[in-house]
């Protein structure tokens, strides 16, 4: 064991840090005596870690004694002070014991000076190993003191023990031996009370008898988290070993997010994914109110995604979750894998073309989905020519290049008689898209651009946006159920929502990786997963930050993307309510500070999903003049929600 950790065994110091510091001042026949001021250092809502504590003793400002803070807030802090004095000259050159000794915090080491000589202080260990080094440039004749803070040259606290000091000046030297003990009681008498201070509260508890005064000072350091407002307590009085905490105000950002309500971008449809009946079991009554629901516990999304099967006898399979779904107010949407076989080049379900003479007949069979699912009150909002015309896999699949996709879509799209989308690439591959684009009547065609993000396409899409259509990522999956996987795809979101894109589709509803658990035993382990079938999953509450919140009609705002580099910020609007969503990617709280311009916003609501919170509800954030500030928590979203 280190000399680090066993000074970690006494609890005073446990975490600790400290600045090394010294003080050497002449003064008169001094006896000293140190005390031990601890406390934490707290905003209203978290502890303060890293911030700079300094006592400054009022009766003379050149002794400071200073601390920084440990990760719980917490920070303790030794006061050599003097009870007694003798100011006559000196007349020998002298070192005196140190006081207290033992001590277990610091120690004042006093000595004399009988001319103006440079001096020299060490202090070694048993092993006679250097320790501590002060060096005081020449002065005059008198009495002067260092203090030791229990630090190494490198200003680490070293272990407990016995340990050497030693004067040297003008060829003398002398050497005395002091104890570094593991630690004293700190014993003290409760009372509350405040000091004078520019910002932030203080309580404190100890005996008082014969107090000094000090100037006390709470400041950033460069590793200060979350940031604070610099607090300043004029006369703060010290006996005895001490308690003394400070509630300080977190700092406002000087550069805020800015958020702008009158410049919009694209319209939101909504948020969804899919449920592919024959391929997992349908869904039950219980996860479609979850899915499709809006409040507490349940996910908002407003879009669903079926598969049109190339058998006509498995249409009626899609109904009962379509229909509930549609009664809640919910998108359909619906994308073929495959053609009939028979209408294929390979005569097959996996790979293969469509037929050149089978584009009409192809068009028909659309077209007879479209119309059973109407037929039992299942309105379909749009359906794609071919799921991912663009990838090579051993399942239903057909493949299209841009010519053939152009084709269909000029030519045979309106026989599908709902609107349709495509090209539906894997990776939003531009040529299959681009030729529809760059026909008139293709275009005029076309409902929107929908496509995956497999491997590349998260950008956005300026023909589209020239051509006045919209991008739909239609769908993607990650089986990666980590915290850091699960929070990526709020991310992924984010970006979505970034390249202008106008809905998010997530691939399987019920699954273990998806947004609501299937209760599979995903490992194969034999060892029922925590979460059980119809519960929520992590990512579904990371998705349901975007879908709960912002529904089908909102526009995206502009609004400062990157006011720090953690911190990714998107904001949407109906022109009645404002919802800001913030992930911090960072490993550390940031407190950020937001302006919403020309906005009549008085009060917000936040929600925020974190490793261990699912969308918790946190207090109403009052707006002023435009402006507010939030921590955001490491590793987080928040959406926030005007009222």
């Known amino acids: ?49 890293n911030a700079s504590v300094t006592f400054i003793d009022n009766s003379d400002t050149t002794r400071q004694f200073s601390a920084v803070t440990n990760s719980a807030g917490e920070y303790t802090i ?7 004095s003798d100011n006559s000259q000196p007349t020998a050159f002298e070192l005196e014991q140190n006081y207290p000794n033992p001590f277990s915090s610091s120690t004042a080491i006093s000595y004399t000076l009988d001319k103006a000589v440079e001096a020299q202080v060490t202090i070694y260990d048993i092993l006679g190993r250097e320790i501590k080094r002060f060096t005081v440039g020449p002065g005059e004749a008198g009495r002067y003191r260092v203090v030791w803070h229990g630090l190494n040259n490198r200003g680490e606290r070293v272990p407990a023990g016995v340990y050497f000091y030693r004067l040297q000046a003008n060829g003398e030297t002398q050497v005395k031996k002091m104890v570094l003990g593991s630690g004293f009681p700190h014993s003290a008498v409760s009372f509350s009370g405040s000091a004078h201070s520019r910002t932030g509260g203080l309580s404190k508890t100890s005996s008082s008898t014969g107090e000094s005064e000090y100037t006390i000072r709470i400041d950033n350091t460069d590793r200060t988290v979350p940031r604070i407002v610099p607090a300043e307590y004029p006369a703060v009085s010290v006996s005895s070993d001490t308690t003394i905490h400070f509630t300080v105000e977190e700092q406002i950002e000087t550069e805020p997010a800015i958020v702008y309500p009158d410049s919009t971008h694209q319209i939101i449809r909504g948020f969804g994914a899919a449920n592919i009946v024959n391929w997992r079991p349908d869904m039950t009554s219980e ?44 998108k359909i949407i619906a994308s073929p894998w495959t053609p009939p076989a028979s209408m294929k080049t390979n005569n097959s379900p996996v790979g293969g073309r469509l037929r050149e003479d089978a584009y009409d007949d192809f068009a028909d069979h659309l077209n007879s989905f479209a119309d059973f699912m109407a037929e ?10 071919q799921n991912e015309p663009d990838v090579n896999v051993n399942y239903e699949s057909c493949d299209y290049n841009g010519a053939e996709m152009l084709r269909f879509m000029k030519d045979y799209a309106p026989e599908v008689g709902v609107p349709v989308f495509a090209p539906e690439s894997y990776r939003f591959d531009h040529s299959l898209s681009d030729p529809i684009l760059n026909d008139s009547v293709a275009t005029s065609n076309l409902a929107f651009v929908g496509g995956h993000i497999y491997g590349g396409g998260l950008e956005p899409y300026p023909l589209a946006r020239e051509k006045g259509k919209e991008l739909w990522m239609t769908e993607h999956l990650d089986t990666d159920i980590s915290w850091d996987a699960v929070f990526d795809t709020g991310k992924e979101i984010h970006d979505v929502m970034l390249a202008d894109m106008s ?8 699954r273990f990786y998806g947004p609501i658990h299937d209760g599979v035993d995903w490992d194969g382990d034999d060892i029922e997963d925590d979460t059980e079938k119809g519960v929520i999953t992590k990512r579904g509450y990371i998705m349901s930050q ?50 919403i311009k020309n906005g009549t916003v008085s009060s917000l609501i936040p929600y925020t999903t974190t490793e261990t919170e699912d969308v918790v509800q946190k207090s109403e954030i009052t707006v002023t003049n435009g402006g507010f500030h939030a921590t955001l928590p490491a590793s987080s979203i928040t959406t926030f929600v005007s009222e």
């Open 1 to 49: 064991m280190n000399r680090v950790d066993r000074f970690k065994g006494h609890t005073i110091y446990s975490a600790l840090m400290l600045l090394s510091a010294f003080l050497i001042m002449p003064f008169g026949q001094l006896h000293m005596q140190t005390l031990e001021v601890d406390g934490t250092v707290t905003t209203p809502t978290v502890p303060v870690e």
């Open 376 to 385: 039992n009150d299942v309105p379909l909002y749009a359906v794609s020519v």
């Open 78 to 84: 030794g006061l050599a002070t003097s009870v007694s």
């Open 503 to 510: 809905a998010y589709i997530w691939w399987y509803i019920v």
């Open 546 to 595: 975007f879908s709960r919140f912002i529904r089908p009609g909102y526009h995206r705002i502009e609004a400062t993307e990157n006011p720090t580099s953690s911190i990714h910020l998107s904001a949407y609007t109906n022109n009645e309510r404002i919802v800001i969503v913030v992930l911090n990617t960072g490993g550390q709280a940031v407190n950020q500070s937001f302006n």
């Open 287 to 330: 996860e479609i109110d979850k899915a499709f629901s809006v409040g507490d516990s349940a996910l908002g999304f407003s879009i669903l995604r079926l598969r049109i099967p190339p058998q006509e006898n498995e249409w009626s399979s899609y109904v009962p979750t379509a229909q509930a779904a549609h009664d809640m107010g919910v």
